[in-house]
Protein backbone atom coordinates (compact mmCIF):
# COMPACT_ATOMS: atom_id res chain seq x y z
CA UNK A 1 0.00 0.00 0.00
CA UNK A 2 1.26 3.05 -0.78
CA UNK A 3 1.46 6.39 1.64
CA UNK A 4 -1.33 7.97 -0.46
CA UNK A 5 -3.18 4.96 0.16
CA UNK A 6 -2.77 4.27 3.67
CA UNK A 7 -3.30 7.76 4.44
CA UNK A 8 -6.45 7.86 2.69
CA UNK A 9 -7.40 4.82 4.96
CA UNK A 10 -6.68 6.45 7.68
CA UNK A 11 -8.54 9.29 6.94
CA UNK A 12 -11.55 7.20 6.06
CA UNK A 13 -11.03 5.92 9.26
CA UNK A 14 -10.62 9.30 11.70
CA UNK A 15 -13.99 10.29 9.38
CA UNK A 16 -16.23 7.34 9.76
CA UNK A 17 -15.22 7.04 13.59
CA UNK A 18 -15.84 10.58 14.49
CA UNK A 19 -18.93 10.64 12.60
CA UNK A 20 -22.46 9.62 14.46
CA UNK A 21 -24.66 9.94 11.68
CA UNK A 22 -23.87 8.28 8.14
CA UNK A 23 -25.26 8.06 4.75
CA UNK A 24 -23.24 6.16 2.40
CA UNK A 25 -24.71 6.19 -2.07
CA UNK A 26 -23.21 4.35 -4.84
CA UNK A 27 -23.68 5.67 -8.40
CA UNK A 28 -26.43 5.65 -10.65
CA UNK A 29 -27.78 2.54 -11.43
CA UNK A 30 -25.50 0.45 -8.52
CA UNK A 31 -23.65 -2.26 -9.30
CA UNK A 32 -22.58 -5.41 -7.20
CA UNK A 33 -19.65 -3.52 -6.47
CA UNK A 34 -21.65 -0.07 -5.28
CA UNK A 35 -23.96 -2.30 -3.43
CA UNK A 36 -21.95 -3.92 -1.39
CA UNK A 37 -19.44 -1.72 -0.34
CA UNK A 38 -22.32 1.15 0.36
CA UNK A 39 -24.66 -1.56 2.52
CA UNK A 40 -21.23 -3.15 4.07
CA UNK A 41 -19.87 -0.03 5.70
CA UNK A 42 -23.99 1.06 7.07
CA UNK A 43 -24.58 -2.45 8.10
CA UNK A 44 -21.50 -2.44 9.77
CA UNK A 45 -21.62 1.03 11.66
CA UNK A 46 -25.29 0.49 12.63
CA UNK A 47 -24.08 -2.54 14.95
CA UNK A 48 -22.16 -0.08 15.98
CA UNK A 49 -24.30 2.16 17.50
CA UNK A 50 -24.17 4.73 14.19
CA UNK A 51 -26.99 6.01 12.80
CA UNK A 52 -26.37 5.25 9.28
CA UNK A 53 -28.18 5.29 6.00
CA UNK A 54 -27.76 4.05 2.33
CA UNK A 55 -29.56 5.67 -0.67
CA UNK A 56 -29.46 5.94 -4.41
CA UNK A 57 -30.07 8.14 -7.49
CA UNK A 58 -33.62 7.41 -8.20
CA UNK A 59 -35.80 6.14 -9.33
CA UNK A 60 -34.58 3.49 -7.43
CA UNK A 61 -35.34 -0.37 -6.61
CA UNK A 62 -33.30 -3.64 -5.66
CA UNK A 63 -32.11 -5.43 -8.37
CA UNK A 64 -33.64 -8.75 -8.12
CA UNK A 65 -29.71 -10.71 -8.12
CA UNK A 66 -29.39 -8.88 -5.19
CA UNK A 67 -32.37 -9.48 -3.31
CA UNK A 68 -30.30 -11.52 -0.88
CA UNK A 69 -28.64 -8.70 0.40
CA UNK A 70 -29.82 -7.01 3.74
CA UNK A 71 -31.70 -3.48 2.27
CA UNK A 72 -33.15 -2.59 5.45
CA UNK A 73 -30.83 0.89 5.71
CA UNK A 74 -32.42 1.83 2.58
CA UNK A 75 -34.22 5.13 2.19
CA UNK A 76 -35.19 7.05 -1.12
CA UNK A 77 -33.52 10.13 -0.88
CA UNK A 78 -36.38 12.38 -0.10
CA UNK A 79 -36.57 10.49 3.27
CA UNK A 80 -32.75 10.98 4.06
CA UNK A 81 -32.50 12.52 7.93
CA UNK A 82 -30.82 15.54 7.40
CA UNK A 83 -28.44 17.31 8.15
CA UNK A 84 -25.99 14.46 8.77
CA UNK A 85 -22.20 14.23 9.80
CA UNK A 86 -20.73 12.26 6.95
CA UNK A 87 -22.02 11.30 3.16
CA UNK A 88 -19.64 8.12 2.04
CA UNK A 89 -19.86 8.01 -1.61
CA UNK A 90 -18.82 4.73 -2.71
CA UNK A 91 -17.63 3.42 -5.96
CA UNK A 92 -17.42 6.66 -7.90
CA UNK A 93 -15.31 9.73 -7.56
CA UNK A 94 -17.46 11.61 -10.02
CA UNK A 95 -19.63 13.56 -8.71
CA UNK A 96 -22.18 13.89 -11.15
CA UNK A 97 -22.20 9.74 -11.36
CA UNK A 98 -24.23 9.84 -8.04
CA UNK A 99 -27.43 11.53 -9.83
CA UNK A 100 -30.28 12.86 -7.55
CA UNK A 101 -28.56 12.18 -4.28
CA UNK A 102 -26.55 14.60 -4.78
CA UNK A 103 -28.80 16.51 -3.00
CA UNK A 104 -27.56 15.37 -0.25
CA UNK A 105 -23.92 16.89 -0.67
CA UNK A 106 -24.97 20.45 0.89
CA UNK A 107 -26.58 18.25 4.17
CA UNK A 108 -23.44 16.44 5.10
CA UNK A 109 -20.53 18.48 7.61
CA UNK A 110 -18.17 16.07 5.90
CA UNK A 111 -17.99 13.85 1.95
CA UNK A 112 -15.85 10.86 1.83
CA UNK A 113 -15.13 9.03 -1.33
CA UNK A 114 -14.06 5.55 -1.19
CA UNK A 115 -13.25 3.94 -5.04
CA UNK A 116 -11.24 2.06 -6.37
CA UNK A 117 -11.59 3.85 -10.10
CA UNK A 118 -9.48 6.76 -10.97
CA UNK A 119 -11.42 9.40 -11.95
CA UNK A 120 -11.14 13.50 -12.84
CA UNK A 121 -14.40 14.35 -11.65
CA UNK A 122 -13.36 13.97 -7.99
CA UNK A 123 -15.62 15.79 -5.14
CA UNK A 124 -15.89 15.89 -1.40
CA UNK A 125 -13.02 17.09 1.16
CA UNK A 126 -11.95 13.16 2.07
CA UNK A 127 -10.92 10.61 -0.48
CA UNK A 128 -9.15 6.93 -0.25
CA UNK A 129 -8.71 5.92 -3.91
CA UNK A 130 -6.75 3.00 -4.65
CA UNK A 131 -7.13 2.26 -7.98
CA UNK A 132 -4.78 -1.26 -6.98
CA UNK A 133 -8.29 -2.48 -5.26
CA UNK A 134 -10.07 -5.20 -6.56
CA UNK A 135 -13.50 -3.51 -5.80
CA UNK A 136 -14.90 -1.12 -3.34
CA UNK A 137 -15.64 -4.05 -1.52
CA UNK A 138 -12.01 -5.03 -0.66
CA UNK A 139 -11.63 -1.19 0.53
CA UNK A 140 -14.70 -0.96 2.90
CA UNK A 141 -13.60 -4.56 3.90
CA UNK A 142 -10.47 -2.42 5.44
CA UNK A 143 -12.33 0.14 6.35
CA UNK A 144 -14.49 -2.21 8.84
CA UNK A 145 -11.13 -3.77 10.03
CA UNK A 146 -9.42 -1.07 10.96
CA UNK A 147 -12.36 -0.40 12.76
CA UNK A 148 -12.17 -3.36 14.88
CA UNK A 149 -16.17 -3.64 13.61
CA UNK A 150 -17.45 -6.83 13.64
CA UNK A 151 -18.49 -8.56 10.38
CA UNK A 152 -22.02 -10.05 10.73
CA UNK A 153 -23.19 -12.52 8.25
CA UNK A 154 -25.28 -9.89 6.42
CA UNK A 155 -22.24 -7.10 6.35
CA UNK A 156 -20.07 -10.92 5.17
CA UNK A 157 -22.78 -11.38 2.11
CA UNK A 158 -22.60 -7.35 1.07
CA UNK A 159 -19.09 -7.79 1.28
CA UNK A 160 -18.99 -10.76 -0.95
CA UNK A 161 -21.31 -9.40 -3.74
CA UNK A 162 -18.96 -6.78 -4.28
CA UNK A 163 -15.86 -8.85 -4.82
CA UNK A 164 -17.25 -11.75 -6.47
CA UNK A 165 -19.19 -9.12 -9.54
CA UNK A 166 -15.56 -6.67 -9.28
CA UNK A 167 -13.55 -9.90 -9.81
CA UNK A 168 -15.55 -11.81 -12.42
CA UNK A 169 -15.77 -14.47 -10.20
CA UNK A 170 -12.32 -14.42 -9.06
CA UNK A 171 -11.53 -14.82 -12.36
CA UNK A 172 -10.06 -11.10 -13.70
CA UNK A 173 -6.18 -9.80 -12.71
CA UNK A 174 -7.29 -8.25 -9.70
CA UNK A 175 -7.41 -11.00 -7.84
CA UNK A 176 -4.67 -11.41 -5.28
CA UNK A 177 -4.11 -13.20 -2.53
CA UNK A 178 -5.28 -10.76 -0.29
CA UNK A 179 -8.75 -10.88 -1.96
CA UNK A 180 -8.87 -14.58 -1.08
CA UNK A 181 -7.74 -14.21 2.62
CA UNK A 182 -10.64 -12.03 2.78
CA UNK A 183 -13.09 -13.90 1.17
CA UNK A 184 -12.15 -16.75 3.37
CA UNK A 185 -13.31 -14.39 6.36
CA UNK A 186 -16.75 -13.85 4.62
CA UNK A 187 -17.24 -17.53 4.32
CA UNK A 188 -16.63 -18.09 8.07
CA UNK A 189 -18.76 -15.33 8.90
CA UNK A 190 -21.63 -17.00 7.13
CA UNK A 191 -21.88 -16.11 3.39
CA UNK A 192 -23.11 -19.23 0.76
CA UNK A 193 -21.41 -18.57 -2.19
CA UNK A 194 -23.58 -21.36 -3.64
CA UNK A 195 -26.65 -18.99 -2.84
CA UNK A 196 -25.48 -15.77 -3.94
CA UNK A 197 -23.69 -17.39 -6.81
CA UNK A 198 -27.17 -19.04 -8.14
CA UNK A 199 -28.54 -15.18 -7.45
CA UNK A 200 -26.16 -13.34 -8.87
CA UNK A 201 -25.12 -15.37 -12.36
CA UNK A 202 -27.79 -18.30 -12.97
CA UNK A 203 -31.12 -16.79 -11.87
CA UNK A 204 -32.82 -15.10 -15.15
CA UNK A 205 -36.45 -14.99 -16.34
CA UNK A 206 -37.01 -17.32 -19.41
CA UNK A 207 -36.95 -13.78 -21.76
CA UNK A 208 -33.65 -13.40 -20.83
CA UNK A 209 -32.85 -16.34 -23.13
CA UNK A 210 -34.78 -14.50 -26.05
CA UNK A 211 -33.23 -11.02 -25.44
CA UNK A 212 -29.81 -13.05 -25.37
CA UNK A 213 -30.59 -15.00 -28.70
CA UNK A 214 -31.18 -11.34 -30.21
CA UNK A 215 -28.06 -9.85 -29.00
CA UNK A 216 -25.82 -12.84 -30.23
CA UNK A 217 -27.44 -12.73 -33.48
CA UNK A 218 -26.03 -9.70 -34.36
CA UNK A 219 -22.43 -10.22 -33.14
CA UNK A 220 -19.86 -9.15 -35.56
CA UNK A 221 -16.19 -10.16 -35.48
CA UNK A 222 -12.94 -7.96 -36.42
CA UNK A 223 -10.55 -10.33 -36.86
CA UNK A 224 -7.86 -7.89 -37.59
CA UNK A 225 -8.79 -5.81 -34.30
CA UNK A 226 -9.73 -8.65 -32.49
CA UNK A 227 -12.78 -7.16 -31.76
CA UNK A 228 -16.29 -8.65 -31.06
CA UNK A 229 -19.32 -6.64 -30.68
CA UNK A 230 -22.98 -6.80 -30.49
CA UNK A 231 -26.12 -4.40 -29.34
CA UNK A 232 -28.88 -4.37 -27.62
CA UNK A 233 -32.14 -2.14 -28.76
CA UNK A 234 -34.71 -1.04 -26.33
CA UNK A 235 -37.23 -3.35 -28.67
CA UNK A 236 -35.20 -6.15 -27.50
CA UNK A 237 -36.09 -5.55 -24.28
CA UNK A 238 -39.93 -4.06 -24.45
CA UNK A 239 -40.85 -7.79 -27.03
CA UNK A 240 -39.46 -9.63 -24.31
CA UNK A 241 -41.15 -7.98 -21.49
CA UNK A 242 -37.69 -7.55 -19.15
CA UNK A 243 -36.16 -4.77 -18.02
CA UNK A 244 -32.73 -3.63 -18.40
CA UNK A 245 -31.32 -4.99 -15.40
CA UNK A 246 -31.72 -8.45 -16.45
CA UNK A 247 -29.12 -8.20 -19.41
CA UNK A 248 -26.75 -6.54 -17.58
CA UNK A 249 -24.50 -10.16 -17.77
CA UNK A 250 -24.86 -10.01 -21.57
CA UNK A 251 -21.59 -8.95 -22.24
CA UNK A 252 -20.57 -12.25 -20.76
CA UNK A 253 -21.53 -14.11 -23.69
CA UNK A 254 -20.01 -11.84 -25.88
CA UNK A 255 -16.55 -11.97 -24.56
CA UNK A 256 -16.72 -15.54 -24.40
CA UNK A 257 -15.66 -15.44 -28.26
CA UNK A 258 -12.05 -16.55 -28.66
CA UNK A 259 -11.21 -14.45 -30.97
CA UNK A 260 -12.06 -11.63 -28.62
CA UNK A 261 -9.19 -9.73 -27.72
CA UNK A 262 -11.76 -6.98 -27.00
CA UNK A 263 -15.65 -7.26 -26.32
CA UNK A 264 -18.21 -4.19 -26.35
CA UNK A 265 -21.37 -4.50 -25.86
CA UNK A 266 -23.58 -1.34 -26.28
CA UNK A 267 -26.94 -0.63 -25.02
CA UNK A 268 -29.22 2.03 -26.61
CA UNK A 269 -30.70 3.48 -23.71
CA UNK A 270 -32.85 6.24 -23.12
CA UNK A 271 -31.51 8.09 -26.32
CA UNK A 272 -27.58 7.25 -25.72
CA UNK A 273 -25.38 4.34 -25.95
CA UNK A 274 -24.25 2.62 -23.01
CA UNK A 275 -21.08 0.74 -23.46
CA UNK A 276 -19.63 -2.12 -21.70
CA UNK A 277 -15.90 -3.00 -22.59
CA UNK A 278 -13.96 -6.17 -21.66
CA UNK A 279 -10.53 -7.07 -22.57
CA UNK A 280 -8.15 -10.17 -22.11
CA UNK A 281 -5.42 -8.00 -21.10
CA UNK A 282 -3.37 -6.86 -23.90
CA UNK A 283 -5.49 -3.69 -24.69
CA UNK A 284 -6.27 -1.01 -21.58
CA UNK A 285 -9.83 -0.85 -22.69
CA UNK A 286 -10.13 1.86 -19.67
CA UNK A 287 -7.82 4.60 -22.26
CA UNK A 288 -10.91 3.60 -24.09
CA UNK A 289 -13.62 4.25 -21.93
CA UNK A 290 -11.87 7.35 -20.85
CA UNK A 291 -12.18 9.07 -24.96
CA UNK A 292 -15.69 9.03 -24.08
CA UNK A 293 -15.97 10.32 -20.62
CA UNK A 294 -16.30 6.99 -18.97
CA UNK A 295 -13.73 5.19 -17.21
CA UNK A 296 -13.01 1.98 -14.96
CA UNK A 297 -10.10 -0.80 -15.13
CA UNK A 298 -7.69 -2.11 -17.59
CA UNK A 299 -9.67 -4.96 -18.63
CA UNK A 300 -13.18 -3.61 -17.38
CA UNK A 301 -14.48 -0.26 -18.35
CA UNK A 302 -17.55 1.63 -19.50
CA UNK A 303 -19.12 4.39 -20.82
CA UNK A 304 -22.02 6.49 -22.14
CA UNK A 305 -22.00 8.43 -25.53
CA UNK A 306 -24.50 10.65 -27.59
CA UNK A 307 -23.35 9.52 -30.86
CA UNK A 308 -25.30 6.07 -32.49
CA UNK A 309 -23.97 2.79 -31.83
CA UNK A 310 -22.54 2.51 -35.54
CA UNK A 311 -20.72 5.34 -34.91
CA UNK A 312 -19.33 4.16 -31.27
CA UNK A 313 -18.02 1.32 -33.06
CA UNK A 314 -15.92 3.12 -35.38
CA UNK A 315 -14.05 5.42 -32.70
CA UNK A 316 -13.34 2.34 -30.97
CA UNK A 317 -11.77 0.60 -34.17
CA UNK A 318 -10.14 3.64 -34.64
CA UNK A 319 -8.79 3.53 -31.26
CA UNK A 320 -8.08 0.18 -31.85
Known sequence: MSDSQHNGLEAAVAAIAAA????????????????GASLALVLAARDAGKQAHVTYSEPFSMPDQFRFLDSSPYLPVAEVPTPFDLLIACDTADQARIGTAGVLIDSAEHVLVVDHHISDGGFGDLSYIDASASATAEMAYRIIKRLDWKITAEVAAALYAGVVTDTGRFQYSS?????????????????????????????????YLHVAGAVLSRAQLDESRGLVWSVLYPEDLESAGIDLEHAEGLIDLVRVAQESGVACLLKV???VTKGSLRSRGEVDVSA???TF????????????????????????????
Open 269 to 271: VDG
Open 175 to 207: TTPAVHEMTAELLAAGVRPEVIGRHVYEESPFA
Open 288 to 290: IAQ
Open 20 to 35: ESIVAVGHVRPDGDAL
Open 293 to 320: GGGGHHNASGFTSSEPPERVIELIQQQL
